[in-house]
Nanobody, 118 residues
Framework: QVQLVESGGGLVQAGGSLRLSCAAS????????MGWYRQAPGKQRDMVAA???????NYADSVKGRFTISRDNAKNTVYLQMNNLKPEDTAVYYCNANVLGGGFSNYWGQGTQVTVSS
């Protein structure tokens, strides 16, 4: 079993910054890709950013140049630095990890609320 615990959400004014963290714990051999998704009320959950175990990254067009994903493999932790936040970034942000245990499985965190006021 793998647990993902997120932290760092909150309320911020437009133009401000937040840093999200997600730490994985439990029994597994290694973590492959990790990523952040977000879901606004009434909308589907969309990918925001992803990073492979080797450090290759991918971003949604809407956050390119403003958000940066990174990871610390020694700590099994992924980060999302969010700068120049906009009201449309308001959503619940979820951490996702593809983990090798007995096989490959996908896990989700509980979500952390990010609210950007105008």
């Amino acid at each position: 079993q793998v647990q993902l615990v997120e932290s760092g959400g909150g309320l911020v004014q437009a133009g401000g910054s937040l840093r999200l963290s997600c730490a994985a714990s439990g029994s597994f051999f290694r973590i492959n890709a990790m990523g952040w998704y977000r879901q606004a009320p009434g909308k589907q959950r969309d990918m925001v950013a992803a990073i492979t175990s080797g450090g290759s990254t991918n971003y949604a067009d809407s956050v390119k140049g403003r958000f940066t994903i990174s990871r610390d493999n020694a700590k099994n932790t992924v980060y999302l630095q969010m700068n120049n936040l906009k009201p449309e970034d308001t959503a619940v942000y979820y951490c996702n990890a593809n983990v090798l245990g007995g096989g490959f499985s996908n896990y989700w965190g509980q979500g952390t609320q990010v609210t950007v006021s105008s």
